[in-house]
């Protein structure tokens, strides 16, 4: 048997896996909804991890910006910064878009040079 071949037929067989993982995931699913249904518990109830990642505040002090402007964070940066030609922007190779909740929910926080920037206008 050739390397293709038997290259080939183990692909088919991860896929074929991979296939029957999925819809034994997707049985197991509608049989746990279901049964939480008939049991009479109200799916609408916040469960404790859903509690525990709600929106944090903003903190005082920030520009008045909605939760979904984009503001520009760094993969790796603790900040985030208003303006794609910030200063502190100027060695980052990638510079990644996200919402400014986001951000914040991350953990990051607003650059000192673009604070600084956003209040003397």
């Not at 991979?18 to 609408?44: D, K, T, Y």
Request: glycine share 8%; hydrophobic share 35%; charged share 25%.
């Amino acid at each position: 048997m050739s390397h293709r071949r038997l290259q080939s037929i183990c692909v088919i067989g991860v896929l074929l896996i991979a296939f029957i993982a999925v819809i034994a995931i997707g049985i197991g699913q509608g049989i746990h909804e279901r049964s939480v249904a008939e049991a009479g518990a109200e799916l609408e109830e916040k469960t404790p991890w859903e509690e525990a990642v709600e929106q944090k505040p903003i903190p005082e002090g920030y520009p008045q910006l909605q939760d979904s402007d984009i503001v520009y964070v760094t993969a790796s940066g603790a900040k985030f910064h208003l303006y794609t030609d910030c200063s502190s922007l100027s060695r980052s190779k990638t510079i990644i878009g996200q919402t400014f909740r986001d951000a914040v929910e991350n953990g990051k926080e607003l650059c000192s040079f673009c604070k600084k920037r956003y209040n003397r206008k």
